[in-house]
Each structure stands twice: as structure tokens, then as C-alpha cells.
């Protein structure tokens, strides 16, 4: 046999291996079905594409076992007396559920500020900065070398000078113009490492984007949210302002942050560092009862997607969401419409135009006639760019982190989100909702299906690059 020959039995033997491993994960059958016909038909691209985007991680783990359990043990040390065992029957399946499947444990003793506004959350932030004295985690999706992240270096870099640990870690892709930025920090002492570095031709991990927005600041306060560091989050984009939201936490439940941060820390640079000292137990800081959860496509669960969907699934007067990125999965947009269709007062907040390209905002339009038909009221915002990423519901439970609503987010990204258990936490950020509609135009379902033909087909193509998006 000739060695061409050879060759197209070992691709075949390939196809064929990675079609039985396809079948043999039970997943959803569109989607193994249309794996399978692309591979059969399309057998090159479709192999390329299976390699970068179709292999399912769920079952890899970001860290052992054993180092897992020392994260648990060390922020239930920290935490201590402020894990809350008498759970209202209102939020214990909620509970129950981000606890058993995400080891979020709730705890409280917590106070929160919530910021809109980048200007005031930087400069309290750059503040907080100022005051470390043993170490400084400094996570976010994107750290941009303009004149917002030059003020932040300059600090990162005196603090590691003075003898301050400041660890950065950063998303390899989403900053991958700006490697000069983090070599020079890291060349004046600041411990900077890429998550996931992107290696296009080699790593088949290229798809999954660490999102969290996660600060850590001597173990007893941190910072979450939507917000990264970009002087566009202060002074807004071509078409208005940036709206965005952002939480400064003290409090115990800095311990759950800090281990979403040193879980990170360990996977992308294989150093544990499992010292007491990053667990100080932190006294009680105001009345808030809280869990912060993280999901990704490493793990069993999709953790914050199945949270949320509770939330919803729980709800029974409202639910009001901010998403910049609406492409909702089978479940999300089934349990959506399913509360409007109950009754419940289900209002979604978007962007009127997308901030990354039209496919986006293409996609994301192609779902809103099923949502308009069960009932949920759908705006767009109208004064610039809605970024913040926001859940709130029955003036009892809010959620508010890095997690868009959509596939990516959900299924792709390593998230982080706040769930936060009080009647007066959750009226203040109904009141944010309600004062964001002010700037918005509600989506007539009558004007929305006279759109013209063509573009609502366009809308239908992009919806088929939705995983991708």
C-alpha cells in the first residue's frame, strides 16, 4: 500500500474514533448529530473545528482533589462562625443548590457597594490599592496599557517594590496585544501570569476565555463585577455612556474570592499556595447574607447558569436582567418564558447596539420574537452601552457578576458572580433597574415583527454562529 493510502485509513480511523467518542458522551443529540454530519461530510474543517471547538471539558478538573479539599478546609477556617446553618425556606433550594454543586458556602456578616459609575469604583479601588500590606490578587478579563491601566501599574508595581505580593492574572487573548504592558510590570516585581496562553496552532483550550473580574486585597476585601480596566469604562464609547456594575465586598465571604483566585493562581501556574495567611478571619462587616460562586467549562455543573435559572424558576411577582450579551441557551430561554407565561413581571434589559460586531448583535436579536410572544418585556438601552450583568428578583435575592446571558458565558468562560440574600440589597438594585429604564425604549412586539424580511433572515444566520459568539 502506498503511504497515501495508509494515510487515509489513519484519518479515517480518527473520524471514526472521535464520532464513537462524540456518541458515546450522551450529549444533547443536535448537537452530536451535528458533529457527526459535519465530520462525515465536511471531514477536514469539520476536524478542525471539533479540535478547537467541540470537545466537552466538563470532566477535566482545574485542580486535584486534594488541593480542592485544602481551598474548602481553609476558607471554612477563615469563615468560621459566619456560615449561616439557619437558611430561609425562601433561598434554601437556591442555597442548597450553589453550595452542593459550586462549594459556595453562605455566609454572613458582609456589606457590599455597589458602583455604576467606573470613575467612583476606580478611585476607591486605586484607594484600597494604597492600603495592602501583605498582598494584592489582581484579576480581570481585560487590563488595558492606556491611561486608566497606567494608574493602576504605577501602584501594582510600588506595592511589589515595598514588599507587597501582588499577583496579576489576566485573560492570554483578551489582552494579547498587550504583552509589553504585563512584561514590564513583571520585569519591576509584579507576579503577572496569562490564563490559558494562547498557543492557536497547539492547544485546543483557544476557546475558553477566563471573564472574571476578581480582586482580593489582603484577604479581607475584594472587588467584582462587570467592570474591567479601560479608560472607554470611564469616558464611554461613540455612542454614550458605559453602563456597568460593580461591587466592593468586606467582609468573610472574601475567603470564597480569594479561593476563586488562588484556584486560577493554581491552574495556570501550577504553584499552590495554600498559607493561613491569605485566610485571615475577617470580623463581621455589616448584615448582608451572601455566596459567591464560580463556574466553567471545567466541572460537572454549569454552576451560575443553574443558579440563575433557579432564581427564575423561583420568582414570583418579578425578575428584572441586565445583560450586554443576550444569546441564550435551550434552558434560559425555555425558563424565561416559562415565568412569563406564569405571570411573573419578567423585564430584560439590552444594549440597543453591540460594543464587539454586528454578528453579535444580529444573534442576540434573532431571540427576542420568542420572548415578546410569552410575554417578558424586552428594552433596549438607549443612552450608550449596557455592560453591567444583573439579576434581580421579588425584592429578595440579586445577582451580580462577570456572567452574561449567554452560550458563552454559561458554557465557555470562567465566571464569577455575587448571590446576594437581602430585602434591601434587592430593593436597591430594583431601583437601578428602574432608573436605567428611564434611558431605554421598550420593544413593541408588533413593530418588532414587521421588521423587514431580510434582516430578520440575517438575524437567523448569525443565530447558527451562536456557540461561537
Not at 500500500?1 to 464513537?20: D, E, P, Q, R, Y
Not at 492574572?169 to 512584561?183: C, E, H, P, S
Not at 454614550?240 to 480569594?258: K, L, S
Not at 430593593?427 to 423587514?452: I, Y
Request: charged share 25%; hydrophobic share 45%.
Amino acid at each position: 500500500m502506498t503511504l497515501n493510502a495508509w494515510l487515509n485509513i489513519l484519518f479515517l480511523i480518527i473520524l471514526v474514533s472521535i464520532i464513537l467518542m462524540e456518541v458515546s458522551e450522551n450529549g444533547h443529540p443536535i448537537r452530536t448529530l451535528t458533529w457527526i454530519l459535519l465530520l462525515i461530510f465536511l471531514p477536514v474543517i469539520g476536524l478542525i473545528l471539533y479540535f478547537y471547538f467541540g470537545r466537552d471539558r466538563k470532566n477535566r478538573r482545574m485542580v486535584s482533589v486534594a488541593d480542592m479539599a485544602r481551598f474548602q478546609e481553609l476558607t471554612a477556617e477563615a469563615v468560621g462562625e459566619h456560615v449561616c446553618t439557619d437558611i430561609p425556606e425562601a433561598h434554601r433550594n437556591l442555597v442548597t443548590l450553589l453550595h452542593t454543586a459550586g462549594q459556595a458556602l453562605p455566609v454572613d456578616g458582609n456589606d457590599v457597594r455597589v458602583y455604576t459609575d467606573f470613575s467612583a469604583m476606580y478611585a476607591d479601588l486605586l484607594t484600597d490599592l494604597e492600603s495592602a500590606r501583605h498582598h494584592i490578587h489582581f484579576q480581570f478579563f481585560k487590563f488595558e496599557d492606556d491611561e486608566m491601566g497606567r494608574k493602576a501599574e504605577e501602584i501594582l508595581v510600588r506595592k511589589a517594590q515595598e514588599g507587597v505580593q501582588v499577583r496579576l492574572q489576566i485573560d492570554d487573548l483578551a489582552n494579547l496585544t498587550r504583552r509589553g504592558f504585563y512584561r514590564r510590570m513583571a520585569e519591576q516585581g509584579v507576579q503577572v501570569r496569562p490564563f490559558l496562553r494562547v498557543r492557536l496552532l497547539l492547544s485546543n483550550d483557544t476557546n475558553y476565555r477566563n471573564h472574571r473580574k476578581n480582586v482580593v486585597i489582603d484577604g479581607r476585601l475584594g472587588y467584582t463585577g462587570g467592570m474591567n480596566i479601560a479608560k472607554r469604562y470611564a469616558v464611554g464609547i461613540r455612542n454614550g455612556i458605559w453602563r456597568d456594575t460593580h461591587i466592593r465586598v468586606e467582609g468573610p465571604v472574601v475567603a470564597e474570592m480569594q479561593t476563586a483566585f488562588l484556584v486560577d493562581w493554581k491552574f495556570s501556574t501550577k504553584e499552590l499556595l495554600d498559607d493561613p495567611v491569605y485566610f485571615p478571619k475577617v470580623p463581621a462587616a455589616g448584615p448582608l447574607m451572601m455566596q459567591v460562586a464560580t463556574s466553567g467549562p471545567m466541572g460537572e455543573f454549569r454552576v451560575i447558569m443553574q443558579a440563575i435559572l433557579r432564581v427564575f424558576n423561583e420568582s414570583r411577582r418579578y425578575v428584572y436582567v441586565q445583560t450586554p450579551y443576550f444569546i441564550p441557551n435551550e434552558p434560559l430561554g425555555v425558563t424565561l418564558r416559562i415565568a412569563a407565561l406564569a405571570g411573573v413581571d419578567v423585564r430584560l434589559i439590552i444594549p440597543r447596539r453591540d460594543d464587539v460586531n454586528m454578528v453579535v448583535t444580529f444573534a442576540s436579536r434573532s431571540y427576542i420574537k420568542d420572548l415578546l410572544e410569552a410575554g417578558v418585556k424586552v428594552y433596549f438601552y438607549e443612552k450608550g452601552f449596557m455592560h453591567a450583568k444583573t439579576v434581580v428578583a421579588d425584592d429578595a435575592v440579586c445577582s451580580i457578576g462577570s456572567t452574561n446571558l449567554d452560550i458563552r458565558s454559561f458554557e465557555q468562560d470562567f465566571e464569577i458572580n455575587a448571590f446576594i440574600y437581602d430585602r434591601n440589597m434587592a430593593v436597591r438594585m430594583r431601583e437601578l433597574f428602574m432608573e436605567d429604564l428611564e434611558g431605554c425604549s421598550q420593544v413593541d412586539p408588533e413593530q418588532w415583527a414587521q421588521r423587514p424580511k431580510l434582516k430578520q433572515f440575517a438575524e437567523s444566520v448569525a443565530r447558527l454562529c451562536s456557540p461561537l459568539l
